[in-house]
């Protein structure tokens, strides 16, 4: 059971290039999102997808797509990467335990080490 | 202000004493809590959920809620070297429905 899986694991940039950051889960979880953790920051969520065809924009959007592709897959676009862009960023998914109310454990993929040059 | 907010740290206690995290939050209609452990290099790992007031207990674990205050805790006891990492946060926004992390606490626990 691979869980969510996050490629690729490094990456560098120079500024002005694009990429996309690729995520998958085999969890059949609704919801998917990407965060992104500097140094003493926390996680910052960027973008998320509380369930297939939406899409919703997090603390830190700036600068970022998302396309959520189908219900397994949640990508992460830099249309220009810039050097305040370099951070460790992570997919995750969830699924819902306990009660009603009870939201969201959060399953990571291993994170992507991205540097902007 | 920050949505969710947490003494940075470092925070360093002695193996066997009691490590004592702390979180606040801002919005009052967040009904769902989380304790994560991140190890240096490592992605996160849930480690206790609470969603009443009052304390949950799971082994040395014990995490406290206090809605009126907005305030949740994560009490450590017996703490041991293992235990050294980064403790965050996180409160599930229900308008929205988004998990939102504050920024950790590091926990070294000495020998």
């Not at chain 1, 990429?19 to 140094?39: E, G, I, K, V």
């Not at chain 2, 007031?53 to 949740?72: H, I, M, P, W």
Request: contains cysteine; aromatic residues 10%.
């Amino acid at each position: 059971n691979a869980g969510v899986t996050q490629t690729p694991k490094f990456q560098v940039l120079k500024t002005g290039q694009s990429m996309t950051l690729q995520c998958a889960q085999d969890m059949n979880h609704n919801s998917m999102y990407w965060y992104r953790q500097d140094p003493g920051m926390g996680l910052r969520l960027i973008y998320y997808s509380a369930s297939e065809g939406t899409t919703d924009k997090g603390e830190v959007p700036n600068g970022y797509n998302v396309s959520r592709l189908n219900k397994r897959e949640f990508s992460l676009r830099l249309e220009s990467a810039a050097p305040s862009q370099t951070s460790v960023y992570f997919c995750a998914s969830s699924a819902r335990v306990g009660g009603p109310n009870a939201n969201e454990k959060l399953f990571f993929g291993s994170g992507t080490q991205l540097s902007v040059l | 202000q920050k949505e969710v907010e947490q003494n940075s740290g470092p925070l360093s206690v002695p193996e066997g004493a009691i490590a004592s995290l702390n979180c606040t939050y801002s919005d009052r209609g967040s009904q769902s809590f989380f304790w994560y452990r991140q190890y240096s290099g490592k992605s996160p790992e849930l480690i206790m959920s609470i969603y009443s007031n009052g304390d949950k207990e799971d082994g040395r674990f014990t995490a406290q809620l206090n809605k009126a205050s907005q305030y949740v805790s994560l009490l450590i006891r017996d703490s041991q070297p293992s235990d050294s990492a980064t403790y965050l946060c996180a409160v599930f926004y229900n308008q929205g429905g988004k998990l939102i992390f504050g920024q950790g606490t590091e926990l070294s626990v000495k020998p």
